[in-house]
Each structure stands twice: as structure tokens, then as C-alpha cells.
């Protein structure tokens, strides 16, 4: 069996590894190996929690994510383990084994702790029953591993390990989640309406598992998704916006919205994504605004030079959203989108909100959907200077990631017309960088603060100060840096005039 790109990017671990660098998942030895391999550096912390779960009667196993991340080599600091031993008998095994206890799952079989930089997450088995009607579980402790296991959303996250007092290994998987890890694809241990009647997040999990580790859905999930997609209203849009932004920041996001689009899940809590698949009209021609949306996340993406950056990543998915509803008929044919990225702006703004983002975030969001068409006046005719300032000014601290967002927006085919877009915004960069060795353009701010203001003008704190000043930082944005003494006259002779 040919393993999924990840798993097949590993080095070889064994001689039972083929010369097409395929592990064979029927090879538990190499499966052992391979798991030793990636645990080695937190056996400090493994085996003597092991130990101490042994000498009072308990095993202990490393299950769901952390078998799997081991598996493809990106094991993190978050482990998570399950145990026969109740929850009482977790904190005395615990003990002072760790730096610190949290024991606010403790109702649910949950006990954290820390350990060697490790954060420890330790539950009872569970066999938890569902209402239908919410996704919280009644709580039922289980009796054994495979009850556990089957519980879980997928099959690739039903694997286990069992940590011995000696520090070898066992690893258990009754359901193939190896299987289903080697060959790509997410499934789920029960029947998926099953799992996603039980708790509908595990939709939108299967989604964010797509782009988090580049898989496909089996057939039967995605079908299930796409009959069931309507059940995801009774998640909290809490939730569903943290399974959003770990899907945004996965190795393929492009591929995960795409699943959410395709089986419609994205109509109920981001419908203005699937509202970019416009209905093709002969009389007003333009280009697919969906997959060139996603052809921009992704052109977006591959500008990264710190990792994911979560607000250019949304920004480039959205950044048309306001296309559907300005679209219109040009006179002998074509479409035109005036003002769609004002509408776009808007439409970030409420969707977000809803979702109920952070005001930050909406913000950047919000202003990056907004300038991003502004660049398209540059091509048409140079510049002067103030507009220059007036783009850096308006973008501030998002001037990076506007930089990476227009750019990313050219998705076009014809080469020449690439190519002069590039050069443009080459020669717009430039133009920014000179203008910052001659003055700085990182704070645009006006020659007189608030204080010299209400001095100069016998004012008190009240709008007329910050209509003084907005006039001022509209005189710099016009004719650049000023010395105070000249500012002093321009405020002056506004002042005097306001008074007439």
C-alpha cells in the first residue's frame, strides 16, 4: 500500500521500508520502530508517568492525535492519554510526578497537568451516549480500550499506544486508523451518520483534518456530510470559528474550504464563500470568482516567510465576497464589479462578527478586503507622492500583508498582462521605499500633538482638537513633512477661517 504524502515523507525507519520508501502498515515492528523513533524525546515524560499508572494497577496509553502526530513525525508538546484508572486514581497517580494539576475536566474523566514542558491530558475510558440534540455527551466511564477507541471521530485519531513502566511500547489499532493514515484518507470508526448525528462538529473536523494533514474523505464521510450538513446549527459559532481557523492555518486550506463548499456545510455559517460559485451567464463573461478565490489563498500562502499568517490567509479566501452582489452587465457584453471591495468590507465585517471574531481581527480583515483594489489606480496613471502616503498611511501595520495580498490576486493567464501588473507594483514598492529614506512614512502623524494644539488654539479637550489635528495629518498626507513653525501658520490660517 503507498502511503499518504506525509506519512510517505518520512525517513526510512527499517530494513522492512521499500525502495519506493513505502512502510508496509501491516509491519507492527516497523510500526514499533518508527514509534520510538518519534516518542524518544518526551520519554522523560512518558516513562515514569507509565510507571507510576503500573505500580497502582492501571495501564496507560497514548491515544487519538498524539499516535497519530507521532506517526508522521510532528509530535508536538500536547499529549493526550487514556487509562482504565477512574479519575481519583489519575490525580493520585499524577501525584508530584507533575509541575502543576488542572483537574476542571475532572466531571468529564479529564486530568491536565504538566510535565517537562509537556502539557498532559489524561481521561477515563468513555462510552458516551448522545441526546441528538446537543453535541455534549452523558458521560459513561468505559471498561476497555476498544470501547474507547470507538467512540472517536475518526479512525486515523483511534489509534493507541501503550506506554509500559519500562519504557517499551504496545501499539493498538482495532480499526485501522494505521490503514486509513497510509493510504490518506479520514473515515470514521462507526457508521458517519452515527458519529456526526452524535456530534455534528466532527464535520467540520473532517474538513479542518483535510487541510491539517493534506488527506481526503472517504466517500461515505463525504456523502454523510453532505446529507447531514444542516446539523452543524447546533454547534456554537464558538467552535465552529476554532475549527475555522485551524482548518486556515493547516498545511492545504484550499482543499479543506473546498470540502466545505462542495458538501454545503459552508452555507451555514460562512454562506458568502459558496456565494462566490456565480451562475455562468453568455452575456456577462468573467472569470470562475470562487477558484479564483482559492487560486489567491493560495498564491497568498506560498508568500509566507514566518509560517501561516491567519489574517492574510482569510483576507485573500474573502477578498472578493462582495463580487456577487455588484456584479452587472457591461454594454456589449462582460461584467463589471464597482465598489465590490467596499461591499466585500461590509460583508467581512458582519460575517466575522457573528462568528464572533475578535475586534482586531475584524478589523484587519475588514481593511485588507477594502485596499486591496485600491493598487489597480496605479497602473492606470503614476502616483503622486501623497497618494503614495495616503496607501501606506491607510494600510499601517497591514502594508506587508496588503503587499503579499495584491499580488496574490493576479491570477490572470495572459502572461503580458502579468507581467506589466508585477512591474507596476514593483515600481509601487520602490516608490515606498524611497519616500521612507526621505521621511517616515511607519507614522504619518502631523507636526503638532493634541497638547500644542489646545494651546496654540485656546481650545479644551473636545472635537474641535481632533478636527484641528485631523487637518493637520491631511496637510502632511498632501505635502509631506513639515517643520513645526510652518504647521503652526497652516493651523492658524484654517483656524481663522473656521471662525468667518
Known sequence: MVLSPMLARLTPVSEETTADNTLSVLDEAAVLRRLDDALRPVQQTLQPLAASFAARGHKLYLVGGSVRDALLDRLGHDLDFTTDARPDAILAALGTLTDSIWDTGIAYGTVSGEHDHNQLEITTFR????????????????????????????????????????????FHDPLGGLEDLAAGLIDTPDSPEISFGDDPLRMLR????????????????????????????????????????????????????????????????????????LTPDEHMRHKDVYRHSLQVLQQAIDQEEDGPDLVLRWAALIHDIGKPDTRAAKPGGGVTFYQHESVGAKLARRRFRALKYSKRMISDINDLVFLHMRFHGYGESEWTDSAVRRYVADAGDL?????????????????????????????????????????????????????????????????????????????????????????????????EQRQQ
Open 127 to 170: 462510552s458516551d451516549t448522545y441526546d441528538g440534540n446537543s453535541r455534549n455527551p452523558e458521560v459513561q466511564f468505559g471498561d476497555t480500550l476498544s470501547g474507547d477507541l470507538i467512540r472517536r471521530d475518526f479512525r486515523i485519531n483511534a489509534m493507541a499506544c501503550e506506554v509500559h513502566a519500562d519504557g517499551s511500547y504496545t
Open 206 to 277: 473532517g474538513a479542518r483534518f483535510v487541510s491539517q494533514l493534506d488527506m481526503d474523505l472517504s466517500d461515505r464521510v463525504a456523502t454523510a456530510m453532505t446529507a447531514m450538513a444542516g446539523e452543524i446549527t447546533r454547534i456554537s459559532v464558538e467552535r465552529i470559528a476554532h475549527e475555522l481557523d485551524r482548518l486556515m492555518l493547516g498545511l492545504n486550506p484550499v482543499k479543506g474550504v473546498d470540502v466545505m463548499v462542495s458538501t454545503g456545510l459552508c452555507d451555514y455559517f460562512f454562506p458568502e464563500i459558496p456565494a462566490l460559485q
Open 399 to 495: 502594508l506587508p500583508k496588503l503587499h503579499k495580498l495584491v499580488r496574490a490576486d493576479v491570477t490572470t493567464r495572459n502572461q503580458r498582462k502579468a507581467a506589466r501588473l508585477a512591474r507596476a507594483y514593483d515600481n509601487l514598492e520602490q516608490r515606498i521605499a524611497e519616500l521612507q529614506e526621505q521621511e517616515s512614512l511607519a507614522q504619518v502623524r502631523p507636526a503638532l500633538d493634541g497638547n500644542a494644539i489646545m494651546k496654540l488654539l485656546d481650545l479644551r479637550p473636545g472635537p474641535e482638537v481632533g478636527q484641528a489635528w485631523a487637518f493637520l495629518k491631511e496637510l502632511r498626507l498632501e505635502e509631506g513633512p513639515m517643520e513645526p513653525e510652518e504647521a503652526t501658520a497652516r493651523l492658524l490660517q484654517w483656524w
